[in-house]
């Protein structure tokens, strides 16, 4: 009874570490040419969650727009795939990171825009409107 007890214990310690390793906790901060080579091969689904009427004075090619304020907020996240990771980014990274916050634990792998689009912009990184 006593070594049925040691293996169950020893069976935790393993497997709870190795389960925590597959769920990310934090989303991981790109610079804009880490994040630039996420839009370029399409890797991943880029995600603008500022709100509509920014998202029209100009965006990273390719991305969609869910507005992290919008209350329906979770349910657009929730219609996105899995299979690819979420690249976020809003104006200066403060409302992205806050998109990070709301997505952890759903199962997505989460990458967010350092300085958000004002900085992509200000390296000179192709957007349109």
């Known amino acids: 009874m006593k ?44 995600v603008d969650v500022r709100t509509v009427e920014e998202f029209s004075e100009g965006h990273i090619p390719g991305a969609i727009n869910i507005d992290v304020n919008n209350p329906a907020f979770l349910k657009e996240i929730k219609k996105l795939p899995k299979t690819k990771p979420l690249a976020l980014y809003c104006k200066s990274g403060r409302r992205s990171h806050q998109a990070a916050t709301k997505i952890t634990g759903m199962g997505y792998v989460i990458y967010e825009l350092n300085n958000g689009f004002k900085d992509w912009v200000q390296t000179g990184f192709p957007s349109i409107k």
Not at 5 to 30: D, H, M, N, R, Y
Request: proline fraction near 5%.
């Open 3 to 46: 070594q049925i007890f040691i293996v169950f214990t020893l069976s935790l310690f393993f497997a709870v570490p190795g389960f925590a390793q597959s769920t990310p906790e934090t989303a991981k901060i790109l610079s804009s040419a880490e994040f630039k080579k996420m839009v370029d091969t399409k890797s991943a689904l880029i």
